[in-house]
């Protein structure tokens, strides 16, 4: 009998826990359908007449778009350092990590991402580095940085790429990192359909071992100028750097790494050297 009464109380008590679960699952969908049916405020897409990429996109996929930008903006957490988080500021940085999931099949809007912490200028970090048991402490500046559930940018840099686009995005570059992170191991494979993953490994591992023997050997660099040497420091920061100049400087990439192009377009679903002409 008291076994029989303690499954009684067990039992309720799970299905009381599925209950909230899903109420709380209800809430938080009813909310996302919410921010969705939301106006895009016109003080927005002034900012973002500013960036070329959103300018030559045709007028659905700015439709969708704007939609993911207040999604983002409207569930993640923005900090300012040494300086007032402004419309600005979120719009550009949420347009930028939404370009490169809006039309993925990788989808969501990069739900395990809590904050955004947003710095004026470069800022100093220390670390603490073990040589054969000698332990240094080194300081240096980050233009950016990713940690999972939280992306640092600085502001300065971010704007300027934005705006006046060559080759580099520190957006772009920290939220490569973010869908990096996606699998759970920052190694340069995004989370992949299983039939995608071996021609990704390929393709991406054959130009990062070329790009980093080029460096190592000092080598003519030839077309691996368009990466530059950072790119060969793993294959997180090589994958980071390609989804860069895949926004940035799509049609020089799709030039002299047509087969890293390709795995980039399916990835995120989009074909930026439609887009523009760098």
């Not at 809430?27 to 895009?40: C, N, T």
């Not at 550009?92 to 739900?111: E, M, Q, R, T, W």
């Not at 359909?193 to 023997?213: A, G, I, N, P, T």
């Not at 660099?221 to 420091?233: N, P, R």
Request: proline residues 4%.
């Amino acid at each position: 009998m008291y076994n029989l009464a303690l499954l009684y109380i067990f039992g309720g008590m799970g299905l009381v826990g599925i209950g909230l679960y899903f109420f709380f699952k209800l809430k938080e969908q009813e909310r996302i359908q919410k921010i969705l049916s939301m106006p895009f405020d016109e003080k927005y897409r002034e900012y973002l007449r500013r960036i070329e990429l959103y300018r030559n996109l045709p007028k659905e996929d700015k439709e969708a778009i704007e939609r993911r930008i207040l999604l983002f903006i409207h569930t993640k957490e923005f900090i300012g350092v040494s300086i007032e988080v402004t419309d600005e500021m979120k719009v550009v940085i949420a347009f930028h990590a939404c370009l490169l999931l809006f039309k993925s099949s990788l989808g969501g809007c990069y739900d395990h991402l809590k904050t955004i912490i947003i710095y004026p200028t470069a800022v100093a970090i220390e670390n603490i580095r073990n040589n054969g048991g000698i332990y240094a402490k080194e300081r240096f500046l980050i233009d950016g940085q990713s940690a999972g559930d939280t992306v640092v940018v600085i502001w300065h840099d971010a704007k300027r790429e934005a705006y006046h686009p060559r080759h580099d995005n520190v957006i772009i570059h920290e939220f490569a990192h973010e869908i990096d992170f996606m699998d759970g191991i920052p190694d340069g494979i995004p989370p992949l359909e299983r039939s995608k993953y071996h021609e990704w490994m390929q393709v991406l591992y054959k130009d990062f071992k070329k790009l980093s023997d080029v460096f190592m050997k000092n080598r003519d660099i030839g077309k691996y100028k368009l990466l530059g040497e950072y790119a060969a420091t793993n294959e997180a920061e090589f994958f980071a750097v390609v989804s860069e100049r895949f926004f940035e400087s799509p049609n020089a990439l799709k030039k002299k790494f047509p087969e890293l192009y390709k795995e980039l377009k399916e990835l995120y679903g989009i074909d930026p050297a439609k887009l523009i002409k760098r």
